[in-house]
């Protein structure tokens, strides 16, 4: 199979990125003629081999030199014949300078990539130029998409210029629902990424096995989910609740195409099963949990959702906020969008055994819900099930991350808090 030459290819160019590497021989090491490995690469990968190996040097350079190595001793080791060549290699593929990109956002160390676990979309910036030219963008400058908290980097988007972002997507269902989400929000007047038809008129081109849409930037800044816990966290909190309150009843008044989700089933069925071994529950607890929701799950109202409303895909600016990213929106139950919300933040800023960090994570959630009800007025089902939809989300979570590596990091923050969710499941009722 031709994955297992590519991947095997793959890990010999992460184990030798400080060496001289070449296509002739990589290709033998495939068992392939240097064009026909040229080929399966760039399909199995996304991009050419070369720049391939160019982007994965820049990444792990620039996180030595975040970790305290000379700039210069870095770039040498990686292959950079002087510190000038690096630094342009590295803005014309990343799209910012190294300090630029080292003041900005917090660097980890590149994941090791795995196309058996995971599937990876790299697109070069050189495809991109080329189909920018399909709207007139051609020479506008192409950046990567960096999640500053995090220091991720976004595999299914690029910033292009100061205002807009091209994103994509091998699933053309997702552009559609996102498309038509962003035209039905616009029509009532809510911020969100304005999709930008090409010149002849189409809301998404075709490219190989890819589909590209250009959307406008939602002017104003994420929301940080690490200064949530500063001053008038509260408050804060509450307003979070509210404008996602506010979403919620725009998304139901809306119509369009999305698929239907079973957040109890896939808890009690794919979850609770996988993580039988990672994350061993007691019987009674999850029979418990299992009992609980089978009783209020199917009284909870179900409408579109945004289904990943975490600090970062809200935007504000001065009293204006807005939305961003309804790739996976879909009709489930409405109390999972603040639940969610306030798990993303939890996620993001998690510290075991930080008992006032916890406790103020436990007004936040509250607040969050407070701010959710003055504007959509929950249910009682609904707020008794709170905490369960939240632990819910968190066995489902944990069983996705469990084995990606691209993911190991997050996979042990969500197993670390999935524990202590149940510990406190009492803790987080708002009943």
Wanted: aromatic share 12%.
């Amino acid at each position: 199979m031709y994955k297992d030459s590519i991947q095997k290819v793959i890990d010999y160019i992460e184990e030798n990125l400080k060496a001289e590497i070449t296509a002739l021989e990589l290709a033998d090491m495939a068992g392939y003629s240097v064009f026909h490995f040229y080929r399966v690469f760039q399909s199995a990968v996304g991009m050419p081999v070369m720049q391939f190996i160019l982007r994965r040097r820049l990444l792990n350079a620039i996180y030595e030199i975040g970790s305290g190595q000379g700039k210069t001793d870095a770039a040498f080791s990686y292959g950079f014949d002087t510190y000038a060549g690096f630094y342009k290699s590295f803005v014309r593929e990343l799209g910012y300078t190294p300090a630029e990109y080292l003041r900005k956002f917090k660097v980890k160390k590149p994941y090791r990539i795995n196309i058996f676990q995971e599937e990876h979309i790299m697109v070069s910036n050189k495809k991109i130029a080329e189909l920018l030219a399909l709207w007139g963008l051609q020479d506008a400058k192409i950046s990567d998409v960096v999640y500053g908290e995090t220091g991720e980097v976004s595999d299914t988007a690029k910033f292009v210029g100061e205002d807009y972002i091209i994103k994509y997507t091998n699933n053309l269902g997702n552009v559609n629902k996102a498309v038509d989400i962003s035209k039905a929000l616009e029509n009532v007047g809510l911020a969100t990424l304005s999709v930008i038809p090409t010149l002849e008129g189409k809301e998404y081109v075709e490219n190989g096995e890819l589909y590209f849409y250009l959307a406008k930037k939602v002017k104003g800044e994420s929301i940080l989910a690490s200064k949530v816990y500063l001053d008038e966290y509260e408050k804060k909190a509450r307003f979070i609740g509210e404008i996602i309150g506010q979403l919620d009843l725009v998304l139901e008044r809306i119509d369009v195409v999305v698929d239907e989700a079973d957040t109890f089933a896939a808890a009690r069925d794919y979850a609770l099963p996988k993580l039988k071994e990672i994350l061993p529950i007691e019987g009674d607890f999850a029979n418990k949990y299992i009992k609980t929701m089978e009783e209020l799950y199917p009284k909870l109202p179900r409408q579109i959702i945004h289904r990943d409303p975490n600090p970062s895909n809200i935007i504000v600016s001065g009293d204006k906020w807005g939305f961003i990213d309804f790739d996976l929106s879909e009709r489930n139950a409405r109390i999972y969008d603040p639940c969610y919300a306030a798990t993303a933040i939890l996620s993001e800023s998690f510290e075991d055994g930080n008992e006032d960090k916890l406790s103020k994570w436990i007004s936040i959630m509250k607040e969050i819900l407070i701010g959710y009800d003055t504007v959509v007025r929950l249910s009682d089902e609904e707020k008794k099930a709170v905490p369960y939809i939240i632990l819910s989300n968190q066995f489902i979570s944990t069983a996705w991350f469990a084995d990606k590596d691209k993911y190991k990091d997050i996979f042990d923050v969500n197993v670390k808090m999935t524990k202590w969710i149940i510990e406190n499941i009492d803790r987080i009722s708002i009943m």
